[in-house]
């Protein structure tokens, strides 16, 4: 069905009478716009990191660096992100962010300064449109500390963040577990409830106020918004509260700065706000559409449906991804019109008043060749012009199993856990193995002579047992052939929970559905990986006699090779392969002309493990006549080069699981790294090979439950059309695999040694409140010590006196053996200049103007964390 939209209704930002003189303003502003250029974008910078600009009587106006985070409700904002690929190269990311009372001007004037924008920076960047309240994840994981929404704009008087101004009185209302958002709301406990957080900011003085229904994660955030806002916003000078609200007694003297701010609480609080409805994180009902220009009409007509191939995008075309209205995607091709591509974001909001889709749907826009990871996935296979496969030689497993060659060093993949991930091996294969067979719902030992031939009528389990560091880690895959019984599928679960159990749950366990084999776990039975179709394995168990017998052998070498049963007749042959065909005679190894000399050598070593008899090697083209009866008589097979191509990689998605808001839903978490991992979650890592289920110390069950289930949903429903039988990899806190940790871009082992959380420690000041981490020993006395803002900041403030203490009863001390008043997350308050100095080789003042994480880093290494 076409969707035509006349030119002069395509203006996506007025509804009033008065829009056919906004479209001539931005018209004309677009056209001034062309002529100055290079003016407008001189100051841009390419180096890698954020900028932000406001728009200001339709001006770009720089946002200074303390002021990131902060938008106010009446302004559009242009964000650009620039990223530095692995490699080299890098990728940009434009976004432009509509306040819910911005005028229709800022908005038109953002829309253009962002397609200028993109065509300044080469055309490469993606575009993203973000509506207040609406954001994406990407948009928000650059603010780590969360969003604040502030009331007014430009109109109202915009002005820089002055870190010395302390005449502040807000309430934040705080919102968000793993991307906060931070809303001004009035200041009355009218606008308090029971289930979120709010920080009382006065200036000197913030209280956070912990609703009786909020859970941890979010108390965590709220802190690290309040520290951030006290940093770049007060210089570091204001104190930190934190009240818990359903333990009000405790903290008296801050319910006092409450009550005087507050006035007294009168009545019970509102009841928790629902959050959001669970996001949708992905959608199977993907189309395509062609957009073009026909008579002065917008065409949006309808191309293909999921699951998509690249093949279908023409480098000469525009066209629109609809992901079933949750989100819109807009790519345009390298050959298109200079018109159509500036006309490409317009064309997008077109298409969503056509379709009568919210104003808040999500639109990104791509050029061909800067297409987002996200993008990629609606696709069945993609491959990025002269794509690198790996880094450097690595394992290529293609269509139909061309496979790259490549010698191992497992030393070279413990210490590179990234080379590890992508060859999807922990080690060289050369641990111990065993095996046990599912027999009578038990476990059943296999015997060692018979390791590598599975049986489709049975359920096995695999433990590989490996070192790294001297230490001993476990892999347990559950082995489920096609033809075992549900009774059998299910034992086999049970009794790996046994397992696990029994080496005190450090083993990683991967679910394998017969055929679906990881990389591993084929390398660990070196080379002699064998599945029979049916059949059994259990002693004294006679199998049907079967006649003539066919196996598809594939691979180069002993680490990546497996043969596989085939119904045996002339259809089932592959001119790429190597097959052995075993008859009550003789054994026929029959090599297919694309099939190289690695190939061949497998194919005879699998061949004298499938059979003792008489090996006769059968070229393609000059089979013997017996061969063919042995078959059932010739019939066509593939025989199509093409299908040696490779199946290209996919850029790996991380989602949190967790039912922590009161219903389980699945959060993707953009440019994650390990510290998205939250203990108290489930977190699903998508490979594209394989599927981790990473599960924190602290999920529940229903979350690990759900987790799994959801996996196979996601699988089930992925616009790709993959396949639901992709490897499930179950991970648990502290025992990650470098198959895993290779997958993030730092990864610290000892993240988790200490478990103990180092956020809301007591005060050692008595008042019963919270001292935040990383806060300042004690502040300077206010000149009136009777003033409200004196007695907040006394009432914020810790009572340690600034001693200093002897480094060797701070340093690698665990909480409950320091000294009595010592916070163990602020150690290094405790030191003199000098210790300080030479414990962290940096000064004091140095050392606060840092990062947070690379503080963390500087007090781990020195055994102050």
């Known amino acids: 069905m076409d969707y035509r939209v006349e030119s002069k209704n395509e203006k996506p930002w007025s509804k009033d009478a008065a829009r056919p003189s906004l479209r001539q303003k931005l018209a004309k502003f677009s056209r001034m716009m062309d002529d100055d250029n290079q003016e407008t974008f001189k100051n841009v910078s390419q180096k890698p990191g954020l900028q932000i600009w406001t728009i200001n009587n339709m001006q770009m106006v720089p946002v200074p660096a303390q002021g ?157 918004l309040a520290q951030d806002i006290r940093d770049r916003e007060r210089g570091g000078r204001a104190q930190i509260g934190v009240v818990e609200g359903g333990a009000e007694r405790d903290s008296p003297e801050l319910m006092k700065v409450m009550a005087a701010v507050l006035g007294q609480r009168s009545g019970q609080l509102k009841e928790a706000v629902p959050d959001d409805e669970p996001d949708r994180v992905q959608n199977a009902n993907v189309r395509l559409y062609q957009v073009f220009e026909n008579s002065g009409n917008l065409v949006v007509q309808e191309v293909a449906t999921q699951p998509l191939t690249q093949d279908l995008l023409h480098s000469s075309d525009c066209y629109i991804a609809d992901q079933g209205g949750s989100s819109v995607m807009v790519w345009k091709g390298k050959h298109a019109s200079k018109l159509e591509r500036q006309e490409a974001l317009n064309r997008a909001l077109g298409y969503i008043k056509a379709k009568k889709y919210p104003p808040s749907t999500s639109v990104d826009v791509m050029s061909e060749g800067g297409e987002s990871a996200l993008f990629k996935h609606l696709f069945k296979s993609w491959r990025d012009k002269e794509q690198t496969q790996g880094l450097g030689a690595t394992y290529n497993v293609g269509k139909i199993a061309k496979v790259d060659q490549v010698k191992f060093d497992v030393m070279e993949l413990h210490a590179r856990p990234e080379l590890a991930a992508q060859q999807r091996m922990v080690d060289d294969a050369s641990g111990e193995v065993k095996v046990w067979r599912i027999e009578n719902l038990e476990l059943a030992e296999v015997n060692p002579s018979s390791y590598g031939q599975f049986y489709g009528g049975d359920c096995y389990l695999v433990l590989y047992t490996y070192q790294i560091s001297n230490q001993q880690q476990y892999i347990l895959y559950m082995w489920q052939g ?33 055929g679906k084999e990881p990389r591993h776990f084929l390398a660990i039975f070196k080379g002699k990986f064998i599945i029979f179709e049916g059949g059994t394995g259990r002693p004294g168990v006679v199998n049907p006699e079967r006649g003539p017998r ?49 190939e061949r050598v497998m194919g005879r070593t699998m061949s004298e493990a499938l059979s003792k008899q008489d090996k006769q090697v059968v070229m393609e083209g000059q089979e013997p006549a017996e061969f063919w009866v042995a078959l059932g008589g010739k019939a066509p097979y593939a025989c199509d080069k093409r299908l040696q191509r490779e199946e290209p990689p996919h850029s790996p998605r991380l989602f949190e699981c967790s039912n922590q808001t009161g219903c389980f839903r699945m959060t993707e978490v953009d440019d994650y790294a390990q510290s998205d991992l939250d203990e108290d979650d489930v977190m699903l890592l998508d490979t594209w090979e394989e599927i981790f289920l990473w599960v924190g110390n602290s999920a529940n ?18 616009p790709a059309g993959r396949d639901p039988d992709t490897p499930i990899v179950c991970v648990k806190q502290g025992y990650e695999p470098p198959t895993f940790t290779g997958w993030f871009s730092a990864w610290d082992p000892h993240k988790w040694s200490d478990l103990s959380n180092p956020f809301f420690n007591k005060s050692p000041g008595g008042g019963g409140g919270y001292r935040a981490p990383g806060g300042p020993a004690g502040s300077p006395t206010p000149s009136n010590p009777e003033s409200p803002s004196t007695q907040r900041a006394q009432a914020l403030s810790p009572s340690s006196g600034g001693m200093y203490l002897d480094p060797e009863v701070l ?42 994480w690379r503080q963390s880093d500087l007090k781990k290494k020195a055994g102050l964390f």
């Open 68 to 224: 990131f985070g902060n938008f106010f409700e009446g302004d559009c904002y242009i964000v650009l992100y620039i990223s530095q690929n692995k490699g080299s190269g890098q990728s940009a990311d434009i976004h432009y962010w509509i306040g819910n009372s911005s005028s229709q001007d800022e908005q038109g004037a953002a829309a253009i300064y962002v397609t200028q924008l993109d065509e300044h920076l080469g055309g490469t960047p993606v575009q993203h449109r973000e509506t207040q309240g609406n954001e994406s994840a990407l948009f928000r994981g650059y603010f780590k500390n969360g969003l604040i929404y502030k009331k007014g704009g430009v109109a109202s008087g915009f002005h820089h963040v002055d870190p010395n101004v302390y005449n502040v009185l807000r309430l934040l209302h705080v919102k968000g577990r793993k991307h906060v958002t931070a809303a001004e709301v009035e200041v009355s406990w009218n606008s308090f409830n029971n289930g979120d957080i709010f920080l009382l900011d006065m200036g000197k003085a913030i209280v956070q106020w912990n609703g009786p229904q909020s859970n941890r994660r979010e108390k965590l955030k709220a802190v690290l």
């Open 482 to 514: 096609r033809h075992a019984t549900q009774d059998e599928i299910t034992a086999c679960a049970f009794q790996a929970v046994n397992v696990d159990n029994k080496y005190n749950g450090a083993p990683v366990q991967v679910r394998v559905i017969m």
């Open 550 to 598: 066919l196996f598809q052998v594939r691979g180069t070498n002993e680490l990546n090779t497996k043969a596989t049963e085939v119904p045996a007749r002339a259809s089932s042959l592959n001119s790429n392969d190597v097959f052995v065909l075993q008859t009550h005679h003789v054994c026929n190894l029959w090599y297919g002309k694309g099939c190289s000399g690695d």
């Open 701 to 718: 069950q229903y979350e690990i439950k759900e987790a799994w289930n959801s996996a196979q949903d996601y699988l089930r429903t992925h």
């Open 811 to 852: 340093i690698n001390k665990s909480p409950s053996e320091l000294p009595q008043g010592v916070d163990p997350s602020c150690r290094e308050d405790h030191l003199s200049d000098a210790a300080f100095e030479n414990l962290l080789g940096t000064t004091r003042p140095d050392f606060k103007r840092l990062p947070k």
